[in-house]
Nanobody
């Protein structure tokens, strides 16, 4: 079975950095992608960044140049390195797995099948 566990959220000042980690298991990189999504009250859950087995990546325009997604050496952990954080980045961040291959579909959450429980990121002075 697919399992995902997120960690790394917390409180950080604007301009600061955090690294989120998602430990994943129970899927094949040949058929699935892993991504980070975020959700705030009153807003649709939106894709932040995704990565597939080949290393192709997607970044939402609002985080390009600030966030970096990567896989650990064993490909059992997916990281989201967040820098230059802004208050508008405050959200619950969720790791997800979907049986899709085009990372551009991560703009929204609809293609994702399995979800972690989330980790809260708060950017505030």
């Amino acid at each position: 079975q697919v399992q995902l566990v997120e960690s790394g959220g917390g409180l950080v000042q604007p301009g600061g950095a955090l690294r989120l980690s998602c430990t994943v298991s129970g899927f094949s990189w040949d058929h699935y992608i892993v991504g980070w999504f975020r959700e705030t009250p009153g807003k649709e859950r939106e894709g932040v960044s995704c990565i597939n087995g080949e290393g192709s990546t997607y970044y939402r325009d609002s985080v390009k140049g600030r966030f970096t997604i990567s896989k650990g050496d064993a490909e059992t952990t997916v990281y989201l390195q967040m820098t230059s954080l802004k208050p508008e980045d405050t959200a619950g961040y969720y790791c997800a797995v979907g049986d899709i291959t085009n990372v551009q579909l991560c703009y929204w959450h609809y293609g994702m099948d399995y979800w972690g429980k989330g980790t809260l990121v708060t950017v505030s002075s």
